[in-house]
């Protein structure tokens, strides 16, 4: 069973930047596609951003490309996101999240795909 642990939230002012880390254990973690998913108040979970098993292929929500960059680090078992140019609208519970076995790239922006997830850290941007 893996197990994902996500660091890295906060507090920060409109404009600035933050950067997440998820953990993983137990697994072999290069075989998962790894994503970022998160939840603002009163809504639904959302895609955010998502990478490969390997690194090489990344995705992203509209709503962040050009902003966010998202990387992983196999021989350290971690997945980060690097946020900058932070908006209020980017307030939200993140959500790390890993996907086994073969997938199309477009499974990867859909909550529902994914086999296993952390806690969440909390982001809050003030305007």
């Known amino acids: 069973q893996v197990q994902l642990v996500e660091s890295g939230g906060g507090l920060v002012q409109a404009g600035g930047s933050l950067r997440l880390s998820c953990a993983a254990s137990?697994?072999?973690?290069?075989?998962?596609?790894m994503g970022w998913l998160r939840q603002a108040p009163g809504k639904g979970r959302e895609f955010v951003a998502a990478v490969s098993g390997s690194g090489f292929s990344t995705y992203y929500a509209d709503s962040v490309k050009g902003r966010f960059t998202i990387s992983r680090d196999n021989a350290k078992n971690t997945v980060y996101l690097q946020m900058n140019s932070l908006k209020p609208d980017d307030t939200a519970d993140y959500f790390c999240a890993g996907k086994g076995g073969s997938y199309y790239g477009t499974e990867l922006t859909l909550p529902r795909e994914y086999d296993f997830w952390g806690q969440g850290t909390q982001v809050t941007v003030s305007s």
């Open positions: 137990g697994g072999t973690f290069s075989s998962y596609a």
